[in-house]
């Protein structure tokens, strides 16, 4: 139980730098992009990139854990982060948009890493603690929230003549830190015995209710959450005319709504179940659409993307601890790369086409194109009730 705990501060410390150099680029990358991109519509293609790295990220980075461990696999993962960083700093000094988008694409390797944090302390934790410590690890987002919009704000005016470049430059502190954090992680290795072990083919394990009902929960909310999340400071800043300082507080707010939550979510989902919360996170991502198409005021933009936070918490830590319970020990590593390279590469494909969204169909039809991904997660929660009900009276 100490081990538990102690990998969970590690871990969620992590979490917590990870989050604060993504909060700092979501919300300083299209400010810096509307500068120097060579057309609008490719403003918010920084931080989809973000998502396509993770994607293409996500098997390799689980299958190098499997074979040289978790320590070593966060601790080579941070060295992107940092790399993120200058790539950043140099796209500002030399006011070169695809050094912008180089870095987002690396901080998106990064996150094929570090997205991998909650899987690692689940697997560690004991049965019982498992879920409080999955939703432990992503509360460590809460300071994220606060910290990585206020310090791309503090940081914007660091470097005399270089807006922005002094708030990439604190990525590059983030990245180091982790790395340094990371050396008092404790996950044993799998023997060599839990890595020969038995394995059903990766087909039969993507087959399963449990892994569908999961996989498609989490690929919504993570969808559902960027897809409105890159769009918003340019909803913010070209549509509704809001400051800069405006935009880091709706997204700051957004981010500890996505991570609050996690003090409390596994003590809910330990006593409600993994589907009531998956429900119940999806409900408070459509009101978030509600609430968005009402209006465009700060207040309006602020309240929308709590509600999406929140939702995005609850049903994706639900869905992970659900999906905890679709593999063994040997087939950890492929279920896990597969569940996240599904999740990222329909995020990938929402971020890539929220900036052209905005840009040719304004902020309404991005709130509405949300919609029909929330309809389909509703319906496959329903089956999935459905199949176990019929399974559990035969």
Partial sequence: MQSDHKNVLVLGTCQMLSGTGRGLFMVTSPAVALGIAPHLALATLPSALIVIGAALAAMPASLFM???????????????????????????????????????????LFAGFAQLYRFAVADAASEHFRAKAISL????????????????????????????????????????????????????????????????????????????????????????????????????????????????????????????PGFFTGSLIKRFGEIPMITVGLLLEALCIGIALSGIAVFDFWLSMVLLGMGWNFTYTAATSLMTTAYGPAERAKTQGMMNQIIYTVVAIGSLSSGAFIHFFGWKWVNVGAMPLLIVAACVTIWYVATMRKTAES
């Fill in 66 to 108: 499997r074979r040289f461990g978790r320590k070593t696999g966060f601790i080579c993962g941070t060295s992107l982060a940092v790399a993120s960083g200058v790539s950043c700093t140099a796209a500002v000094l030399y006011e070169n948009f695809w050094l912008l988008a180089l870095g987002g694409f690396l901080y998106g």
């Fill in 137 to 260: 690890v992503l509360a460590g987002g809460v300071f994220a929230g606060l910290a990585g919009p206020n310090l791309a704000n503090w940081g914007k005016e660091l470097l005399a003549n270089h807006l922005f470049a002094g708030s990439f430059l604190v990525m590059i502190g983030t990245g180091l830190l982790a790395a340094i954090i990371l050396l008092f992680l404790n996950i044993p290795n799998l023997t060599k015995a839990q890595r020969d072990g038995p394995q059903r083919p990766l087909r039969e394990i993507v087959r399963q209710p449990v892994f569908i009902a999961a996989a498609v929960s989490a690929t919504v909310a993570q969808s559902v959450m960027n897809f409105l999340m890159t769009a918003t400071p340019i909803a913010m800043i070209s549509h509704g005319g809001h400051s800069f300082g405006s935009v880091a507080i709706v997204i700051s707010s957004h981010t500890v709504a996505m991570y609050a």
